[in-house]
């Protein structure tokens, strides 16, 4: 497996238990062995080495390998578009995904795509997976994982330490529901992503 240094985020982000990180690329991220290389080995370093891993208590979580496999999987329902060349990564604490792009790259780096289902929108960051975790999560992390907000929503619920866990609409917002806290809660990660996205698809 190849190493690779990622220290900023290293230096900030809780590891998940040991026990939950598999050895073994093909076994763990079977959706990687598709992809080229350096980018496919690359991206698989780095999930064996951050897999379940958070940031900024709970707001930004690095996917293990079957949530990336599930999450994938579902965002692709949605996204058709991006088969073939998305793998997902990482969510943040509103259920927003992010996925390595294979269809460019940055220095042998796919680059990072961020796709929200209550909206339908994919945004390329244009950043390489290794500046998103290295300079954007570091220094941009209060605008792009809205940490005011994530803070207010600590004030009466635990941090999200479950990688597959997010916070989304109780009545989503294709419902009529309200974009505040107070319609808001946690629920499985998966779970949201399809109801809320069979719910856009039927409107």
Known sequence: MLTVSFPRLQASIRPANADAVEDGLAETFPLLP?????ARQRLGSFLTTFSGGTLH???????????TQALTETCLEFFPAFRGHLVVFGRDWL?????ADFSRDVNGWPTVLA???DFRDAMDTRLALTDF???ALVDDAAAILNLDLYRS????HPPLRDAGRAVGY?????????DSLSNMEESDLDVYWQLTGQIGQSR
């Open 95 to 99: 259920g927003s995904l992010y996925a």
């Open 34 to 38: 598709r992809y080229p290389e350096p």
């Open 133 to 135: 975790h290295e300079t």
């Open 170 to 178: 109780r009545i989503p917002l294709a419902l009529g529901g309200e």
């Open 153 to 156: 929503w600590l004030e009466s």
């Open 57 to 67: 208590d709970g707001a930004y979580a690095v996917l293990d390998g079957t949530t």
């Open 115 to 117: 796709l929200n289902i």
